[in-house]
């Protein structure tokens, strides 16, 4: 299993560049998570998904935008990037259960918006 | 609402030391409680993790034992390694009703450790 992979991992973007990253798990998760992480903020949630075709803002949604057409892809698109969007953003999957509620992490795509 | 509190870093030890990094919670219910770590350069895993109060979670030798009374889950482990320089983040999952499991993270203790 591959768990849970990020494409691309390092981007370059100018201001007002557009963009999409994709994350895809292979663990039949129900939810999707995306995060960004910044120096000294800790994780902060962007957006996420219960379930194939649900999505729901987080805690940082605005100039972002996430489909999740398929189970076990989530995409998270930037529409025209500003360099506040500079960030190592993460995707994580989880099962639905309390019991077994820990998020498993993608490796994260380095993004650099000048 | 739900908050997690970490000790704020960086943590600094010798190889050998003993370790805790401390955090507390604040949840309505009964959450379960996490230890993610995350390696330079890479994304989090989990550490370990105690889905009831009085649960302890172990793993890599590292310990936390969930304490309702004291609304804590400490990180402890008995004799730390360089190979342990890492980021800790302490978490939180709850039951949210309509809205699904909800998850809150603090804001990560960073541990050096010096051979």
Known sequence: ?114 | GNSVTQMEGPVTLSEEAFLTINCTYTATGYPSLFWYVQYPGEGLQLLLKATKADDKGSNKGFEATYRKETTSFHLEKGSVQVSDSAVYFCALTSYAGTGGFKTIFGAGTRLFVKA
């Open chain 1, 1 to 114: 299993n591959a768990g849970v992979t990020q494409t691309p991992k390092f981007r370059v973007l100018k201001t007002g560049q557009s963009m999409t990253l994709l994350c895809a798990q292979d663990m039949n998760h129900e939810y999707m998570y995306w995060y960004r992480q910044d120096p000294g903020m800790g994780l902060r949630l962007i957006h996420y998904s219960v379930g194939e075709g649900t999505t729901a803002k987080g805690e940082v949604p605005d100039g972002y935008n996430v489909s999740r057409l398929k189970k076990q892809n989530f995409l998270l698109g930037l529409e025209s990037a500003a360099p506040s969007q500079t960030s190592v953003y993460f995707c994580a999957s989880s099962y639905q259960s309390l019991f077994r509620y820990e998020q498993y992490f993608g490796p994260g795509t380095r993004l650099t918006v000048t």
